[in-house]
């Protein structure tokens, strides 16, 4: 009997598996078994080398899928993504994700089908990458702002957490409308849109309000 997994990688403390479950399921997935790693890097770790995604690897069985929220919980980078979707996919394990309902299956035959499901995944993966080093570089350039401010200026306390500060610049990076990203995150359309309209100042709040 095939099963669906469900494997949730979060690295911060204000993320919850529980919380990525509920939005697969919102989504229509039927999940099976749960299985995450919490408090782990996906930018220095890979899929296999983790505590869960080792223990996923050995569960997974020839037709079974596995639901992630993104790619970008697969790898550590472009490379490294698409490796592991395609040795999923050698393995005939069906590959999903909850934002934009993508599928890859490596039972299609067709050279054509497969042209094309390969390009998509280069692409997607390339994206992830690429959000992956933007949500870096606002980081940067917002600590370094905040360290250019007055120390006895903090401004007003920010209404997000860093987890939803990393989920609003995720799916904008997606083409996710504003109020399905205030909707996902909990957080007021105008949060959401100073956020878009000044990434590096969200980021210089969080700093500011760290200590």
Same mark, same amino acid.
């Given at each position: ?9 979060v ?6 598996a529980a ?10 997935f039927t ?7 919490e ?12 505590p ?11 037709g ?16 490294? +993504? ?13 590959v999903?994700?909850?934002i ?9 035959a067709?050279?054509?089908?497969r042209? +094309? ?6 692409f997607?993966?390339?994206?992830a990458?690429?959000q ?11 600590i370094a ?5 007055d ?5 007003r306390?920010p209404?997000y957490?860093?987890a939803q500060l ?11 409308s ?6 996902d995150?909990?957080l007021?359309?105008?949060? +959401?849109?100073?956020?878009q309209?000044d ?6 709040a969080?700093?500011?309000?760290s200590?």
């Open positions: 009997m095939s099963m669906t997994f469900f494997y949730a990688r690295s911060t403390t204000d993320q919850t919380h990525q479950r509920i939005q697969a399921e919102k989504a229509g999940i099976n078994e749960v299985v995450a790693d408090g782990v890097s996906g930018v220095s770790t890979k899929l296999a080398d983790r869960g995604g080792s223990r996923l690897l050995g569960k997974l069985r020839e079974d899928t596995l639901v992630v929220r993104w790619v970008d919980r697969l790898g550590r980078d472009y490379q490294d +993504v698409t490796d592991t979707i395609q040795a999923l996919m050698n393995r005939r394990i069906v999903r994700t909850v934009n309902g993508l599928v890859f299956d490596g039972a299609a067709d050279p054509m089908q042209a +094309v499901r390969d390009a998509l995944i280069s997607m993966a390339a994206t990458q690429a992956a080093e933007a949500s870096k570089e606002a980081q940067r350039a917002g702002h905040a360290k250019g401010r120390d006895a200026y903090r401004g306390k209404s957490s860093r990393e989920a609003v610049r995720a799916q904008l990076a997606q083409g996710a504003v109020s399905a990203i205030a909707r995150t909990g007021s359309r105008q949060t +959401v849109y100073r956020i309209e990434p590096a100042e969200a980021e210089a969080l700093a500011r309000w200590a």
